[in-house]
Each structure stands twice: as structure tokens, then as C-alpha cells.
């Protein structure tokens, strides 16, 4: 019986990781470079398209415990995430090329694991099979698995922010610096009011690719910047140039674009919160209003995509597997858990689990209580209308406590102290 992994994205190498260093020898399957999705271009594994910041690193934060959680569970992506580190305030984010060579790197180089450039098209019944293709699975496989799994498949849309070369930034046009803190890793472009009125009128009567009726089931947290604007003229103030935490010349600007290090150069800076459906030549004409941006040249345009994933409370049980074909499992932004990091922690749990069951042992459910737990009973067990979900606070109860510094910090203690314990479970399980 072979263990085979239908895609080397963030989930899928990190359950070959977990599986391949408890011995296990395993079939990573990926389709690049022979075929590409919409937005991958690079021929490595693991590649990011969407933005290079994994988000905070601080434990005050859900994003930070989930990867605090995932460091403990022994995860390639986080490590060498810090490898490949580029300075953005709080925020973990990489240089994504960096990262996805480093990472193809080290899965070559497990002697357990055994890269396949193929398609996957269909999985047998005789083989253990992950299936990690992500939420731009190749259409042939995502009709199969419509077959398989008896349910329609839901879509939502993710949006990708602009690149610009950092050289043709107007430095003079804004000044270094981050919220709510000290550092100075965000380079934030000054609008004032009439600024702000040109390129909020540009941005509303932009040409924009045009909408089919089945891409307005738009990801919440991923709305592109036209999108948030026709809320009303002052909502971009309270969302991506928000001036907020930031002041110049003692004053607070009337609303800043925040450009963050793309890598670690700084030679590539992306415009943060500006994800955009945008036709590629309304892109340069709105965005080079902003003063900075003035004779900005784009590295990388923005653009839309789309994202799929199963219903996963009908399909999967609480381990990811499904509940009619016991030998088949999914892993990543597919089941629904949403942003880098959570698929990349699924693809842990998954992968560990599977070499319990290859062991002979029980697999092992983790705590609900804790951010990776609260994410997998999330996806499996969620009743009524099924949407994604990113790892939150939420999930871990504490009764109260007034101080949200405190109740962040006790969450945290739970949420860590808990996998702590999974781990060493699941350690024992092997003897």
C-alpha cells in the first residue's frame, strides 16, 4: 500500500514531512511544472501567490499561538518561514522565492519522500491518498472528486495586491514606520484630502474585469479594494488606509497606503490591503495617484482567482477523512480552513495522524481548545450553511476576564499547554 499526497502545496509538504520523519516513505504529487494554475508560476513547491506575510507573530494574537502551536508540532513551513525571514513589524512574512526553494529543498532531500512532477486526474482505492491540491485544484481532479463525494462543490474568490519595484517609489511621499509600535518596516504613502478624493473617484469609476454571476461569493476577509469602496467614501479610511496608529510631523495624515518588503532586499514592496479585480490598465492609472506611486512600475499586477473547497461537515470526519472512502483524507484550504498558516497546520495534523493509523494506533483527535483544534472541529463538525474559517480566539474559552491583555495571554497559556500535551500523546503512541 503506497501513501501518496495529490499536491505540493503548504499542506501537502508538510504532511509528507510529518509522515516521512516517523519513517514512512511517501508519494508527493505535483503538477507543476508540466501545468500551472491561474496564478502559480514557479516550478517549486510551496509556492505563495497571495501575499508573503503569514501574519502575527505575537502570542496575543490567533495568528500568532496557531503558529506557536504548529512550531510545536515540529512544522517545516514555520521554520523555514524564519529561515527566509523578511522584517514586516509583527508579521511573520517571507521572501517567497527564498522559501519555496529552501522548502523544495529540504522535501528533496528526505530520503522518505519521493516527488512525482504528475497530474492527479484519480485516486485508486488499493493506496493511502492526501488529497492537499488546494483551493485552485486542477479541474480534473476536482470533477472526480465531485464523484466521489456525492456533493456539489462551493467556490469563493481570493484577490491578489500589486508589487511595485521599490526604486520607483517616491520616498519623499511618506515616511517609514508601523502601527501601534516602534519599528519601521512599513513604508506608509501620505494621501491628504483632496489626494484621497482624486483616487477615490478614480478607483470608483475604474474599468474592472467583468463579473460573471457565480465570482460574487466573495471571502469576507479577502474583498478587493473596489469592493470595500462601494460601501461609502469613508469606509477605506477605517480599513486598508486607515491612518490609524500613525502620525508625521506630530500630525495624523488623512490616510495612508502601506507598502510592506515583499523581499528581503526590500526591492519588491506589495500595496497592503489592496487586492483588486481591477483591469491591468485602470491598475497603474488608479494606483499611481497615490503621491508615492506617482511613477510606480508594478512588478506584479493584481488579480482574482478562484478558490475551492468541499463541504467539508458532510464529507470529512473529525481526522479529515472522508467518511465513505476510509483510505482517502484532506488536507489544507480545500476542507475550508482558510489562510496559509492553518492549511499549511492541517497538512501537520493529517499527515501525523496518518502514521498513527499506519502504526497500528488510534488516531488521535487534538483539543478543541486550542487553534488548530478549534479550526479542525470547525471544518468538521460545523452545522448549517458552511463558509471558511481562519483560526480565532473563539475557540477557546476562559469565562471572563476583563482585561483583553489578560485573556489573550490566558487563551494562549490553554491553547499551547494543550498541543503541548497532544504532542506528547502522540509521541508515546510510537513508543
Not at 516550478?43 to 501574519?55: H, P, W, Y
Not at 504613502?189 to 478614480?202: K, Q, S, T
Not at 479594494?225 to 480599513?239: H, N, P, S
Not at 483588486?276 to 491598475?283: A, C, F, G, I, R
Request: aromatic share 10%; with cysteine; hydrophobic share 40%.
Amino acid at each position: 500500500m503506497d501513501i501518496n499526497i495529490a499536491g505540493g502545496g503548504l499542506a501537502g509538504v508538510e504532511a509528507a514531512w510529518a509522515l516521512a520523519n516517523k519513517g514512512f516513505r511517501v508519494n508527493l504529487f505535483e503538477m507543476k511544472p508540466d501545468s500551472f494554475s491561474e496564478v502559480h508560476k514557479d516550478k517549486n513547491l510551496a509556492e505563495i501567490v497571495c501575499s508573503n506575510s503569514f501574519g502575527n507573530m505575537s502570542l496575543t494574537t490567533a495568528s500568532g499561538v496557531l503558529k506557536k502551536e504548529m512550531e510545536i508540532l515540529d512544522s517545516l513551513v514555520v521554520k523555514t518561514a524564519y529561515e527566509s525571514k523578511v522584517e514586516a513589524g509583527g508579521a511573520l512574512a517571507v521572501d517567497r522565492v527564498m522559501f519555496s526553494r529552501l522548502i523544495t529543498e529540504k522535501i528533496t532531500a528526505n530520503k522518505n519522500i519521493n516527488v512525482v512532477r504528475e497530474k492527479i486526474e484519480k485516486l485508486n482505492d488499493s493506496d493511502i491518498w492526501i488529497v492537499s491540491c488546494g483551493p485552485l485544484c486542477d479541474r480534473a481532479l476536482v470533477g472526480y472528486l465531485q464523484e466521489i463525494i456525492g456533493e456539489e462543490f462551493l467556490y469563493f474568490f481570493d484577490a491578489i495586491a500589486p508589487i511595485v519595484y521599490a526604486e520607483s517609489v517616491d520616498f519623499s511621499k511618506g515616511f517609514w514606520a508601523s502601527r501601534y509600535s516602534n519599528d519601521t518596516d512599513y513604508f506608509n504613502c501620505i494621501l491628504n484630502e483632496d489626494d484621497y478624493d482624486r483616487f477615490y473617484e478614480a478607483l470608483m469609476s475604474a474599468e474592472k474585469v467583468e463579473y460573471k454571476e457565480f465570482e460574487k461569493n466573495y471571502f469576507e476577509a479577502c474583498l478587493p479594494i473596489e469592493e470595500i469602496a462601494q460601501r461609502g467614501k469613508q469606509t477605506l479610511l477605517f480599513g486598508p488606509l486607515k491612518p490609524v496608529g500613525l502620525e508625521y510631523n506630530s500630525k495624523r495624515p488623512f490616510a495612508v497606503v502601506q507598502l510592506r518588503k515583499e523581499n528581503k532586499e526590500g526591492s519588491l514592496l506589495g500595496l497592503v490591503g489592496f487586492q483588486t479585480k481591477l483591469t491591468y490598465p485602470e491598475q497603474k492609472r488608479v494606483f499611481r495617484l497615490i503621491p508615492a506611486l506617482k511613477n510606480a512600475e508594478f512588478a506584479k499586477l493584481g488579480s482574482l482567482h478562484r478558490n475551492t473547497f468541499i463541504n467539508s461537515p458532510k464529507v470529512l470526519n473529525g481526522f479529515l477523512q472522508m467518511k465513505n472512502r476510509k483510505n482517502i483524507f484532506f488536507a489544507g484550504q480545500i476542507t475550508g480552513v482558510e489562510g496559509y498558516m492553518a492549511s499549511a497546520a492541517s497538512g501537520i495534523y493529517v499527515g501525523m495522524n496518518v502514521a498513527l493509523m499506519l502504526n497500528g494506533k488510534d488516531m488521535l483527535p487534538l483539543p478543541k481548545e486550542s487553534m488548530l483544534g478549534g479550526l479542525i472541529n470547525y471544518v468538521s463538525e460545523k452545522d448549517g450553511e458552511f463558509q471558511p474559517m481562519s483560526e480565532n480566539f473563539g475557540f477557546i474559552s476562559v469565562g471572563k476576564i476583563r482585561n483583553k491583555k489578560e485573556k489573550r495571554k490566558k487563551q494562549a497559556e490553554i491553547a499551547i499547554n494543550n498541543i503541548k500535551q497532544w504532542r506528547e500523546r502522540y509521541e508515546s503512541s510510537f513508543g
